[in-house]
């Protein structure tokens, strides 16, 4: 009994000891740093919170549950089942991305990973990890997201046959204009030599075009006219 009583208070003193490194470094880093003891359920952050997201800095323990009133409420099951799935299943890491209360009521985009920690029975006993602001990153995929759709919509509706093609003269997009011009579906002309829509005359003078184009500045054709049979 005695022997095993000293083996569990120098566990816990090991784990303060590892805790209390790991809070000291979490102090330098511009992330939110975080840490939950399971043996006493208590939560922990740094003061990243303050300068990050505008609450008050509180670097105090506490139980759980701001931070999952801060969760986003379309997010919080998601995440906190995988919080359990990675302790049930004994990951050795969990990361989830999910959006983040501010102060001011708006919400941040956050990436949030932690390392499962384990005692040398396998029972789970602290998970710590650090907070990551995303908001710029996820707006910027957004915006080009937007961007790449409205251009794909100009693509699709135009009334001119469009093609594009690569630096090999392989077709990589073609507008529903150009299958109706053409005759063939998109299907049939994706990754195709541009040259199966020009006459045979023209389909050698292309392809020294686009390897000159591929390996010199040269001027560029704008307007030409030429007569290709659909």
């Known amino acids: 009994y005695f022997q095993n009583n000293n083996e569990r208070h120098e566990a816990e003193a090991a784990l303060r000891i590892s805790e209390s490194r790991f809070r000291t470094i979490a102090h330098a880093t511009t992330d939110v740093a975080w840490e939950r003891n399971l043996l006493t359920n208590k939560f922990w952050m740094s003061d990243g919170p303050g300068s990050q997201f505008g609450h008050e800095s509180d670097a105090s323990e506490s139980d759980m ?3 999952i009133d801060r969760i986003h409420p379309d997010d919080r099951n998601s995440v906190l ?8 299943k004994k990951s050795e890491l969990w990361e989830d991305e999910y959006r983040y209360q501010r102060n001011d009521g708006s919400y941040a985009y956050v990436t949030d990973r932690g390392a499962v920690l384990r005692n040398e029975s396998g029972k789970t006993v602290c998970m710590v990890g650090g907070m990551s602001d995303v908001t710029e990153r996820r707006l910027h995929e957004e915006r080009l997201r937007d961007s ?3 251009l794909r919509a100009i693509h699709d509706t135009a ?3 469009m093609i594009c093609i690569d630096s090999g003269g392989l077709i990589i997009s073609a507008n529903l204009a150009a299958e109706k011009i053409f005759g063939f579906a998109r299907d049939e002309l994706l990754g195709r030599k541009i040259g199966m829509l020009m006459p045979p005359a023209d389909r050698k003078w292309h392809d020294d075009y ?3 184009h591929g390996t010199t500045v040269i001027e560029r054709y704008r307007g030409k006219r ?4 659909g």
């Open 226 to 229: 030429r007569e290709i049979a």
């Open 65 to 67: 549950q701001p931070w």
């Open 159 to 161: 009334l001119e046959g």
């Open 210 to 212: 686009v390897a000159e």
């Open 81 to 88: 089942n995988g919080i359990r799935v990675a302790i049930d």
């Open 148 to 150: 790449e759709e409205y």
